[in-house]
């Protein structure tokens, strides 16, 4: 075993929930893609606001309403240096990283017209592909597919051939695919679209857990991720835009915070990015991502990535020696975060099932990328995901309970 810079007993000792066990099993969980344990800094700040600070903010005119203001606002500031983005009214908190690509959809989408044209690899998830089939619908744009190859690598001289042959107005891909674990080249990406004035939005859903994050370095247009899978709570996600794109984009949701003046017959709404965030906001939320990140952020990123990377590594080479597996996308050194892979034969709910009473946890189904697995032929996976807390043991303890259980389901 690879000696750790990062000590995983004394993290995982901050996770409370990896301490039980299920069916006099030691948890192991390994469904990091889907959502993220949460350190108990998170759980006690989230507590700490509510025992202190819980009120409107933006609104009162009372201590714990400047409180509530103050933590929300610090939140933004914390999300906006994380992320190295200009300015902090360039972070909108949503309900999620859905959530957010939707409002890009519902209100950047607006400007679009019949014929013009996004572009997706054929790996997005059903988030980065739903709202703009919903477009597609409403204002009558066109949709188009790059492919990847069977390593799941982006086509990018067939994304040349489309940005110089299409009016393509948007490119919406993900940093890192939530089923292959494999991340494209993002930077060359958004330089050939931007050559060709095509403006990107990357999801980040799934790598900002793995890999620093730099904005303004991708040079990027939109940019979703979620704070759950950030080891954060559930209930909040941000959109980062450039200013001026944010600016000219209207509301999609109506209500308190988000205007400027309402009158009978009319409204006018408030600058970004109150504009976006009508409503009361997931003030507690806020607070539990800020500390997430100022968790995570204790650590260097290269001991994480060092440490998941190890660990996928270790899995595909146990994984690839049972008779019958095989790795979705292949065996290979570039992957993150994810391994999907088939056993010939069973069905990965009944796999998943029968890991889960021996409590491992690990995702079976189509992970929400249908058109993917369709493009490999595959009908379902089942998924092992990694975080910071995962150890080699838990992973051999998976290879090994995959034998044992083989035979039964055969």
């Avoid at 799934?206 to 994050?213: D, G, T």
Wanted: include cysteine; charged fraction near 20%; hydrophobic fraction near 40%.
């Amino acid at each position: 075993m690879t000696p750790l810079a990062l000590d995983i007993p004394a993290i995982r000792r901050q996770f409370p929930i990896l301490s039980q066990s299920i069916d006099g099993h030691p948890l192991i969980y390994l469904d990091n893609a889907a959502t993220t344990q949460k350190p108990r800094a998170v759980l006690d700040a989230m507590t700490h606001f509510y025992e202190t600070a819980n009120a409107n903010p933006h609104r009162g005119l009372y201590a714990l309403a400047d409180r509530a203001t103050q933590a929300y606002e610090d939140a933004r500031g914390r999300v906006a240096a994380f992320i190295n983005a200009a300015r902090r009214e360039e972070i909108v908190f949503t309900k999620s990283a859905t959530e957010s690509i939707n409002l890009v959809a519902k209100s950047w989408g607006r400007t679009l017209e019949p014929g013009d044209v996004i572009a997706l690899p054929v790996t997005e998830h059903h988030s980065n592909i739903v709202p703009w089939l919903q477009l597609k619908e409403e204002k009558g744009i066109e949709l188009t597919w790059i492919d990847v190859d069977e390593k799941g690598r982006v086509n990018l001289s067939q994304l040349e051939k489309m940005l110089e042959e299409k009016s393509m107005k948007l490119l919406a891909l993900s940093a890192l695919s939530n089923v292959l674990g494999t991340a494209p080249p993002l930077e060359k990406i958004i330089s050939i679209a931007h050559r060709m004035g095509c403006l990107v939005l990357i999801d980040a859903a799934q790598a900002v857990a793995h890999h620093p994050i730099d904005v303004r370095a991708l040079d990027a247009d939109f940019l979703a991720f979620s704070s759950h899978k950030l080891y954060g709570p559930t209930g909040i996600g941000v959109l980062w835009g450039r200013e001026h794109l944010l600016d000219a984009m209207p509301p999609v949701l109506g209500g308190g915070m988000m205007i400027d003046e309402v009158h009978r017959d009319r409204f006018t709404f408030a600058d970004i990015p109150m504009r976006f965030e009508g409503g009361t906001p997931p003030v507690a939320e806020a607070v539990g991502l800020k500390a997430s990140i100022d968790w995570l952020t204790q650590f260097p990123w290269k001991d994480i990535e060092a440490h998941e990377r190890a660990l996928l590594e270790r899995a595909q080479r146990e994984l690839s020696e049972i008779p019958g597996l095989s790795i979705v996308g292949g065996k290979t050194a570039e992957r993150s975060g994810s391994l999907s892979f088939t056993l010939a034969g069973i069905h990965p709910h009944d796999l998943a099932e029968l890991l889960g009473r021996r409590g491992i946890c690990v995702r079976a189904g189509h992970h929400c990328t249908q058109p993917l697995h369709k493009y490999f032929a595959v009908p379902a996976s089942t998924r092992l995901s990694v975080a910071i807390y995962n150890t080699e043991e838990e992973v051999l303890t998976l290879s090994s309970s995959i034998r044992d259980i083989q035979p039964s389901l055969r």
